[in-house]
């Protein structure tokens, strides 16, 4: 393949030395970034299969959303304005119960649909019938970091270790590496340490990092400190589970000791999914003390049951607005920091900052144009603070994965948007006739 040149944005980069670069341009050979600077240092005798115009537009790193359940937004609207407990067992479960894999097909693909339409060019996703979200990563082009979640109570237990396994062994790699995979014990309330154990035994066999989720509620605390004694994250951290690479969602009430045992993990991510904690009641997770104390945290959506859309634009500005009203600083989650949290720190909390991130020559070509030639973004005084606090999704003009255009002035290229609009729609009506 050959070269692609975008020329004459201003670049967000999310690399400390160099984060915003004017008259920018970047090049593009097959899959990765082979020249990220300023246009004017562009070598001479380069030349280009393709060439994008970029004038006034804003480009950074593709969003790395780092918690999700794509399949959900099959039940985007379907039970609401419940807590976490009630809402999964009363309302989700028995529906959960009733899918089928064509289900989340279709489910996977109009998130992807979603997804790419609002900048986000990797996902971490924890459902079940992986199979098929791996088919929609593979074919849509997107990026995608996939585990089969797994429940240790309930009749599903030994199932879900063999299928989770399985699903590692078969796409550990696969679509030119842009998947990637993970075991996902769901909780350390569905999955007691017993079980917990045999997840890492896997872990150790496979040395695929664990995606779990962590400390949501403070019914999660008091009903594992009744029936153990200790918090979650001690119950976990005896069980060896910060020993492996974890990717943890929510982390939203955590005690001293906690901080302690999470600064010693050895390569530990949270995810953070502000308006999924704030729709569930969930709380406020402590993000600005994590980050001052050294911890990386990347932002996730959470599914779009409980959310109720996967955009990670809307996500960073809720982040944002909520560290500082939850602490009572406005200077808490400036908008540089969370375009960090949504791009490098994300790359980071799911074990790929050396490929993925920022805009810099060797890592995968990932990135989204921005138009910002628009009312709400005039005038430009910063361009960080508008893309965090200012900026909609339909700004976005282009989206590249792996170095390929997956949107180009807001067309898909690679997913066919009507048919997808119309099988969610139907897969969606049957799963709740059915
Ligand atoms: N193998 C399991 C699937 C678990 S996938 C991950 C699960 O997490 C659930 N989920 C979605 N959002 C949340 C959340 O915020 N907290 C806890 N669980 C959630 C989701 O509905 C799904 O059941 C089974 O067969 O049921
Ligand atoms: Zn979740």
Request: proline share 4%; hydrophobic share 40%.
């Amino acid at each position: 393949m050959g070269k692609l040149l975008i020329r004459g944005a201003d670049l967000m980069t999310m690399r400390d030395d160099t984060f915003i670069i004017h008259d920018g341009a970047i090049v593009i050979e097959d899959d990765k970034f082979i020249f990220v600077g300023e246009e004017k240092d562009l070598p001479q005798e380069w030349e280009y299969d393709k060439i994008i115009e970029a004038k006034d537009q804003v480009i950074m790193p593709g969003m790395i959303n780092t918690h999700t359940h794509a399949a959900m937004t099959l039940l985007r609207s379907y039970a609401d304005d419940l807590p976490l407990m009630e809402w999964l067992e009363k309302r989700i479960w028995p529906v959960e119960a009733r899918l089928k894999a064509e289900d989340v097909y279709w489910g996977s693909m109009v998130a992807i649909l979603e997804m790419i339409k609002s900048g986000t060019t990797c996902f971490a996703d924890m459902y079940f019938y992986m199979d098929e979200v791996a088919k929609a990563v593979e074919e849509s082009g997107i990026r995608g970091v996939l585990s089969h979640g797994m429940i240790g109570v309930g009749p599903n237990g030994e199932k879900d270790l063999a299928v989770g396994r399985q699903f590692c062994k078969d796409w550990e790699g696969k679509a030119d590496g842009r998947i990637r995979t993970m075991l996902a014990p769901h909780a350390p309330y569905t999955c007691p340490p017993d079980y917990l154990r045999k997840v890492l035994e896997i872990a150790d066999e496979l040395k695929v990092p664990i995606h779990i989720h962590l400390c949501e509620t403070e019914t999660e605390i008091k009903n594992i400190k009744e029936q153990y004694g200790k918090t979650p994250i001690q119950l976990v951290d005896e069980v060896g589970l910060f020993d492996y690479p974890v990717l943890a969602a929510h982390c939203v009430h955590l005690s001293d000791k906690d901080f302690e045992i999470l600064k010693k993990a050895k390569a530990l991510g949270i995810a953070h999914n502000p308006q999924s904690n704030m729709k569930l009641a969930s709380g406020i997770a402590p993000v600005q003390r994590m980050l001052n104390e050294g911890l990386t945290v990347g932002i996730g959506t959470d599914g779009a049951s409980s959310n109720n859309n996967l955009n990670m634009l809307e996500e960073m500005s809720t982040a944002a607005l909520l560290q500082k009203v939850g602490t009572m600083d406005s200077t808490a989650l400036p908008a540089g920091e969370c375009l960090r949290m949504a791009t490098i720190y994300g790359a980071r909390a799911i074990g790929q900052d050396a490929e993925l991130g920022t805009l810099e020559v060797g890592k995968k070509a990932d990135l989204i144009i921005f138009d910002f030639s628009k009312p709400h973004l005039v005038p430009r005084h910063n361009i960080m603070a508008h893309t965090v606090y200012s900026a909609q999704s339909s700004d976005i003009l282009t989206v590249i994965v792996n170095g390929q255009i997956l949107m180009e002035n807001r067309e898909v290229k690679t997913i066919d948007e009507e048919r997808v609009l119309f099988e969610a729609e139907r897969t969606s009506k049957e799963l709740l006739r059915r």
